[in-house]
């Protein structure tokens, strides 16, 4: 059996002096015995790590067993994207038209492409001069047709939703029910579509809910193109032939206009983190991809090049191995993913400049993952002397990660007291 010792280390703080460090440990050590033993009924199938505001450890308990790391793994990600990209890095969407009058809406896969930039995109086509469209074609070629990502099959709750190209508000609908039952829009912003109505029927009556779009791609582009039409008559454009296309770009056509997302991506990365939205992390991992190799983007590509960008930033092996961070895709439900807590302590880090863009709760600011049987928290405490990074990884039926939490911020409590 490992001593107290050798499962935890001590922060001896670089500017004391000997008296100091000693009155440090000796008044903190029976509180770090007891948080020791009670860490250690809590973390069962898991591994925990608290480190100082300078790097020490406070704690490290199982940090070396791989583990599935479930949504944490939006916080690499992030940091990958903005990395590569740039925090000032922007989506487009691009307009085209051809000698029949038609216009092709091409994605390149905008993740918040939402129903108020259809509005002002639908106003600002018609300020050029558009005044007629003969057919409204969708291309999401941008993807290849068949992503390697995992989804949870049968699941209509907008977390689950299909990555693609061109989709619009998360490829999600929001319903709702008026006072005689009737299907309604869930939001102000967006008009009830056919394709909103064709999910609505599907759903008992009840309170408003956000569904996703399916696993049928065709029907997440009847929605954009249903979208479309919508405010560019709203903006006086004609739309004549009101059938759906979907095509694919080819000389024919001539750009006329790109939108540029009125997000940056920083915002988009802080929204993804604060709802743990895996269609925007998976859209961001294929957007890393499509910037190495360009379109149409495969997973293939993208997995190599968030390879390369972890190992780039957190050092070799990050993004292949096991014992440090092995990841294949953005979202964090492929189960067999896998990090240490000593490897993901590393990508916190790195990540400390970004810290502000995790959520806040209580003092923390923290990411979750959660999976059938993985409850897990990364993240940082927040005190006077600094950040104090903390990695919980727990893969078990049950969910001590709140008990645990608590015990680490005890520890940082009462390591703040000390003078």
């Known amino acids: 059996m490992r001593s107290s010792v050798d499962r935890y280390s001590f922060v001896l703080w670089p500017c004391a002096s000997c008296l100091n460090v000693l009155a440090v440990i000796s008044l903190s050590l029976p509180f770090i015995v007891c948080a020791q033993e009670e860490l250690n009924d809590l973390v069962g199938n898991g591994a925990v790590v608290l480190l100082s505001p300078v790097g020490e450890a406070v704690v490290s308990l199982n940090a070396d067993t791989p583990l599935i790391p479930a949504s944490l793994l939006k916080i690499p990600l992030a940091q990958a994207a903005l990395s590569a990209l740039g925090e000032d890095y922007r989506f487009e969407t691009q307009f085209y038209r051809n000698e029949c009058g038609d216009l092709l809406v091409r994605g390149l896969g905008d993740p918040f492409l939402v129903s ?82 064709l999910l609505g029927k599907t759903l008992a009556p009840g309170q408003p809910r956000r569904v996703n779009m399916g696993a049928n791609p065709e029907l997440g582009l009847a929605q954009v193109q249903q979208l479309f039409a919508y405010f560019l008559n709203d903006a006086g454009v004609v739309l004549a032939d009101k059938t759906f296309y ?57 997995q190599e090049a968030l390879e390369r960008e972890l190992a780039e930033l957190y050092g070799s092996g990050f993004g292949r191995n096991s014992d440090k961070l092995f990841m ?92």
């Not at 499509?290 to 495969?298: E, F, I, K, N, Q």
């Not at 807590?341 to 970004?354: D, H, I, K, N």
């Not at 995790?358 to 600094?386: I, M």
């Open 246 to 302: 979907r095509e694919v770009l080819t000389d024919e056509w001539t750009l006329i206009y790109r939108y540029r997302s009125s997000r940056p991506l920083r915002d988009i990365v802080a929204g993804m983190l604060r709802y743990s939205n895996n269609f925007i992390a998976n859209q961001l991992f294929l957007a890393l991809g499509a910037h190495a190799s360009g379109y149409p983007v495969t997973s293939e590509a993208a």
């Open 116 to 197: 108020e930039d259809i509005a002002v995109i639908a106003k600002r086509l018609s300020q050029q001069g558009l005044q007629r469209i003969q057919r409204l074609v969708m291309d999401d070629s941008a993807f290849e047709p068949e992503l390697d990502l995992p989804r949870e099959a049968g699941v209509d709750d907008p977390y689950a939703a299909r990555n693609s190209a061109l989709a619009v508000n998360f490829n999600t609908v929001s319903l709702a029910w008026n006072a005689e039952q009737q299907i309604i829009s869930g939001e102000q912003e967006t008009p009830l579509t056919e394709v909103a109505r």
């Open 328 to 419: 294949t895709e953005g979202s964090g439900l492929a189960r067999h993913q896998r990090t240490t807590a000593s490897g993901f302590v590393r990508v916190l880090e790195r990540f400390a400049p970004y810290a502000n863009l995790l959520p806040a709760f209580d003092g923390a600011l923290r990411k979750s993952g959660t999976l059938t049987g993985v409850f897990n928290y990364a993240g940082f405490f927040t005190a006077a002397e600094g950040l104090y990074p903390f990695v919980i990884i727990t893969n078990q039926a049950e969910n001590n990660r709140d008990e645990l939490l608590n015990e680490l911020e005890r520890l940082v409590s009462n390591f703040g007291a000390v003078p």
